[in-house]
């Protein structure tokens, strides 16, 4: 910080530290696990998985300022398996007054196999009898 002392230096960063908590605020957007939405699997063990925040987020906003907020969701219709846990599957897009502020990735929270003939059989006849 260029101080003549480090008891300068000191008052200084406490300064610009009660600047920021005075004027700024943390808001969370989503914690890292929590679910967003949820996935169609094709081919695969098991019919859904969900799509979940791969790490925490937060904005930091001016106090008194909320701004208009919104959350775009980019997922596929579905996926092919096989799927692993943590894989990327899509992505949360975070915007404020138009503008994009912030990224997170949505990965799978679960292990999806191929599945095996016989649920690929089982699955399709369910589907042609409950449409039928």
Do not use: H, W
């Amino acid at each position: 910080m260029g101080c003549e002392t480090s008891k300068i230096r000191f008052d200084e960063s406490m300064r610009l530290l009660d600047y920021g908590f005075a004027n700024y605020d943390s808001v969370t957007v989503g914690r890292k696990g929590d679910v967003i939405d949820k996935v169609l699997v094709n081919k695969g063990d098991k019919e859904y998985l969900e799509a979940v925040l791969e790490r925490d987020c937060y904005l930091l906003l001016p106090k008194g300022e909320t701004g208009n907020i919104t959350k775009e969701i980019v997922l596929p219709e579905f996926v092919e398996s096989p799927i692993t846990e943590g894989q990327e599957i899509g992505e949360l897009i975070v915007k404020m007054n138009g503008k994009e502020i912030e990224r997170v990735k949505l990965v799978s929270n679960i292990n999806v196999n191929k599945a095996s003939l016989k649920e690929i059989f089982i699955k399709t006849l369910k589907s042609f009898l409950t449409n039928y």
